[in-house]
């Protein structure tokens, strides 16, 4: 069973880095593709990045392409985010998820989620 925890989120200014992991604490995702999406308030959740289940391939959402790499560990079945140059409008609850497509840039394709870490981004 996949269960994931994320944590790393914070309270940082513009221009600032932070790196956000995804815990699988079931150990069930190394051969799954995990993703990140994010959701700011009143908004609808969005794909932020994925990562097939080897490193293989990579795929992001235009907004954040240059400044956001995802990468994984999976002997250590951590999920990892690192945010570069981060703006206000990165702003939102970034939750990390997994499944079994590729390409996946849709909430459809992930089965598992977690509860999600907050990310602010003052200016």
């Known amino acids: 069973q996949v269960q994931l925890v994320e944590s790393g989120g914070g309270v940082v200014q513009a221009g600032d880095s932070l790196r956000l992991s995804c815990a699988d604490s079931g150990r069930s995702s190394s051969a799954a593709t995990m993703g990140w999406f994010r959701q700011a308030p009143g908004k609808e959740r969005e794909f932020v990045a994925a990562?097939?289940?080897?490193?293989?391939?990579?795929s992001y959402a235009d907004s954040v392409k240059g400044r956001f790499t995802i990468s994984r560990d999976n002997a250590k079945s951590t999920l990892y985010l690192q945010m570069n140059t981060l703006k206000p409008e990165d702003s939102a609850v970034y939750s990390c998820a997994a499944g079994w497509r590729w390409p996946a840039n849709v909430k459809s394709d992930y089965n598992y989620w977690g509860q999600g870490t907050q990310v602010t981004v003052s200016s």
């Open positions: 990562i097939m289940w080897n490193g293989g391939m990579t």
